[in-house]
Structures are given as C-alpha cells and as structure tokens.
Nanobody
Framework: VQLQASGGGLVQAGGSLRLSCAAS????????AGWYRQAPGKQRGLVAV???????TYVDSVKGRFTISRDNAKNMVYLQMNSLKPEDTAVYYCNAWAVSGAGAPNMNYWGKGTQVTVSS
C-alpha cells in the first residue's frame, strides 16, 4: 500500500489549503486514517484522525479550523485547512491503517510529507 499526499504549498495567514491523500492499489481497503505534522525542530504530532465510519478527532490547536474527511470508494482522505496561521507551518504526513487485499493483515502506512508554509 502506498500513500500519496498532495496539496501543500505557500499561503498567507488566514488562507486555506486542502490536502489530499490517495491510497494506491485496486484491492486496498483503508481503515482509520489521519494527518500528522512536523515543524522544524519539533516532533511529529497528530493533527486529525478519522475512523472507517467517519468519526473524527482533532488536536485542540486546529479545532474549528481544520476538517478531515474521506471518500471510501476512492480510498481518499482529505484535510481542509482554513484560517491558517504561521504556526501551522510544517510538513504534513498522511497515515493510514489499511489492508492490501482479502485476508491481508491490517497494517500501518505513512505517506511522504507535503510542505505547508503559512506566511504572516
């Protein structure tokens, strides 16, 4: 299973970006998924997670500004980021628990990061 994140970029404070994460593989089934971020000099931390059924959890700093969603038919996970702040600047990583096919174990996967830079 490969996860491909996209949608990062440079935006001014107050702006918006939408990150997308695509899980490749015709027999892949994504279970829980989430977005993490890592700012320079800091540890990677959770931003938001979404269960297979659509239940969501957010870190306090993004509540009310970010929305995680998914399209199970397309094996896609999204992160809509509004009212962006300079402190949101980080590399954002997609993470997912997924099975690669029938009978395969549920395993954890990381995508390559996508840079989000918010200028003041």
């Amino acid at each position: 299973v490969q996860l491909q994140a996209s949608g990062g970029g440079l935006v001014q404070a107050g702006g918006s970006l939408r990150l997308s994460c695509a899980a490749s593989g015709s027999t892949v089934s994504v279970n829980a998924a989430g977005w993490y971020r890592q700012a320079p000099g800091k540890q990677r931390g959770l931003v938001a997670v979404i269960s297979l059924g659509g239940s969501t959890t957010y870190v306090d700093s993004v509540k009310g500004r970010f929305t995680i969603s998914r399209d199970n038919a397309k094996n896609m996970v999204y992160l809509q980021m509004n009212s962006l702040k300079p402190e949101d600047t980080a590399v954002y990583y997609c993470n997912a628990w997924a099975v690669s096919g029938a009978g395969a174990p549920n395993m954890n996967y990381w995508g390559k990061g996508t840079q989000v830079t918010v200028s003041s």
